[in-house]
């Protein structure tokens, strides 16, 4: 067993070594590759269930270990959630039709530390409220990743995302949250993607955390479906969310999960 590197603050967030920065930076990279890869079988007549199948595949080629494969019951290599479900969507039978947003969140285990992302595809074109609801929720993402530097709070990362999204008129869902990682997939804190500047804990060099963001064009209530894991929005109005894995060092955030095709946006804008 490896023993956990560095300390723990006193909110209990794990400060790494610079060291451990090189393990995130590989897992991440296996995770965000996974995404390049899957952008090409992304179209309208695709299941979601092909699409889990072949990420499983690219992460036994890889070499790498699924996360969630295992994970509190769950049995897929991906979440894919798609137009009003909110996240954690069960990949199956469901064909995607012209026009359909989906977000695929992938988690992969490299050398035992953590690469957990997710972005949004779209199964052929569009419409203009959905490209708009996707933009505004990168955007948010990225806004939230700039507000990730030492001496700012957590609360000053969520109330950037939520000013963001709010100005366009679109709602930050409440009910799920990033989180920190490392050698494991969820620990402390809870990163809120809304809040109030200064509120909640100060950054520091070392701490490792998720910031994933999910929009919606209406209300921000979701609930969870009889299947225990899907998260729909409760008026039905379409989701976003874009996860990045990210490291706090003296300059700011590392990005680990970049794409290396530069394919995050899918407009590729
Ligand atoms: N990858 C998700 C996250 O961003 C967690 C998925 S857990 C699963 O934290 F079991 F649903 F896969
Ligand atoms: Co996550
Ligand atoms: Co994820």
């Not at 995770?31 to 699409?51: K, R, S, V």
């Not at 072949?54 to 994970?71: D, F, K, P, Q, R």
């Not at 799920?176 to 500047?197: I, K, Q």
Request: hydrophobic content about 35%; proline content about 4%; some cysteine.
């Amino acid at each position: 067993m490896h023993t956990n590197s560095g300390r723990l603050t006193k909110d209990g967030i794990r400060i790494y070594e610079a060291s451990d920065f090189a393990g995130m930076h590989a897992a991440g990279r296996q995770a965000a590759e996974i995404l390049d890869e899957i952008a090409p079988h992304i179209f309208p007549g695709q299941t979601t269930g092909e699409i889990d199948r072949l990420i499983t595949e690219m992460v036994t080629v890889s070499g790498s270990t699924s996360a969630t494969i295992g994970y509190r019951g769950y049995q897929h290599a991906s979440c894919i959630s798609v137009n009003h479900v909110v996240c954690h969507g069960i990949p199956g039978d469901k064909v995607l039709k012209d026009g359909d947003i989906l977000n695929i969140d992938v988690t992969v285990i490299v050398g035992g530390w953590y690469g957990d992302t997710s972005r949004m595809y779209v199964a052929g074109k569009p419409n203009r409220k959905a490209e708009r609801l996707i933009q505004v929720t990168h955007d948010a993402l990225m806004k939230g990743i700039e507000a990730a530097k030492p001496g700012n709070t957590f609360g000053d990362i969520g109330h950037a995302i939520q000013l963001h999204a709010e100005s366009y008129r679109m709602s930050i869902v409440r009910d799920f949250c990033g989180h920190g990682l490392g050698r494991v997939f969820h620990a402390a804190p809870n990163v809120l993607h809304y809040g109030r500047p200064g509120e909640k804990a100060v950054l520091e060099e070392g701490m490792f955390f998720t910031i994933e963001p999910m929009v919606n064009l209406g209300r921000p209530e979701t609930k969870v479906l009889a299947d225990d894991w899907t998260a729909v929005t409760r008026d039905k109005s379409l989701s976003a969310q874009f996860e990045h894995s990210i490291g706090i060092t003296a300059q700011g955030a590392e990005i680990f999960t970049s794409s290396p095709k530069g394919l995050f946006h899918p407009t590729y804008g």
